[in-house]
């Protein structure tokens, strides 16, 4: 069911998205390599939609590219698709229909086809996740996103969710796990991940050969594709996994605000304030101070560094959560285990003595002429 749907970004503040079975993204399908899949799409949007399988083998007529493959799915209408799962693999759907709005507004899904029987390339694992990353310009105090934004976003999500909106993804140590992540917003974003190796074992393209496997911690994943990786949960941990675009682990901010790092600017805060009581002023110190600071802010919005970890503010939003890595996880149990208790002596700790001064580079003093300017009047082009 293609049709209106409210998400909750994160805890205080909801969207008016679209998506499918009251969802954005839509409900992950699963099927079996082989399986004959039948799918009902109704449209109860207010304008025509298609629906596109990215990355599946299917006849021409199925592909869901409105105008090109099919007509499109009037308003109130159901169309049936229906296709053999010929390739085992991780893929996506979406609109092909007016794409720019309805991919901004939350359409999309996810499909997985497990392999019939033991696949050469395709691993065991325990734990096995899978989201895309989407990404919403909304306006601080509404709650539709803005449909012709190209690149200024200010929600970068995951399942149309935000930090620290996205729950933790909770292992046992030993655990061999599968992260699948598809790219469905307009420019990529490299998913780094703390404390362990992994291999990109796949792409929307297939399951990859032994050979083009090579170990990372970040993999980048352009617009329109998608990566599986895999590792070893063998490290205890709490353990950051994110976007590593800075800009993609914030909350809504404003671009235009200027930096004052440096800038000593106290007697001039408390001399505006007795005219504009609110006024702040953020940054002189750096951006920290936001995580911390509890600012008037509209509703229906998020702080733009938030989320708090056990040692104070995480000073983190968007495309962010953390992977936590537990012995004492139970077999079948995949609950949140909490924060995790470092063993003593293994975390980083404050030096109470005097230390020397370390060897700095040091920069060439600048010249100390004044550099000479000479100002010609411009002559008219007709006096050459
Ligand atoms: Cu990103």
Sequence with gaps: MAEPVVREIAPGMRATLWGYNGQSPGPTIEVVEGDRVRIFVTNKLPEHTTIHWHGQRLPNGMDGVGGLTQPQIPVGKTFVYEFVARRPGTFMYHPHADEM??????????????????????????????????????????????????????????????????????????????????NLTMTNHPIHLHGHEFSVTGSDGGPWPLAARVPEVTTDIGVGQMRQVEFVADEEGDWAFHCHKSHHTMNPMGHAVPTMIGVDHRGLVQKIQKLVPDYMVMGERGM?????????????????????????????????????????????????????????GTRAYEWGATLPEPKRQTTPAASTAPAEFKAVKPHSHSEH
Aim: net charge neutral; hydrophobic share 35%; charged share 20%.
């Design 101 to 182: 709005t309805q991919m901004a507004m939350g359409m999309m899904g996810f499909w997985v086809t497990h392999p019939k029987g033991q696949h050469p390339l395709i691993s065991e694992v325990q734990r096995d996740f899978c989201f895309l990353l989407n990404a919403f310009d909304i306006e601080p105090g509404s709650s539709t996103p803005k449909v012709n934004t190209m690149l200024d976003f200010n929600l970068w999500t995951w399942n149309s969710r935000a930090f620290p909106g996205i729950d933790s993804l909770n292992v046992r140590l030993g655990d061999k796990v599968r992260i699948r992540v598809g």
């Design 288 to 344: 920290a101070d936001m995580g911390e600071m509890e600012m008037p802010i509209p509703d229906n919005t998020l702080p733009m560094m938030t989320g708090a970890g056990p040692y104070g503010p995480l000073e983190m939003g968007g495309m962010f959560t953390t992977v936590k890595v537990r012995k004492t996880q139970k077999p079948g149990d995949y609950r949140d285990p909490g924060w995790f208790k470092q063993p003593a």
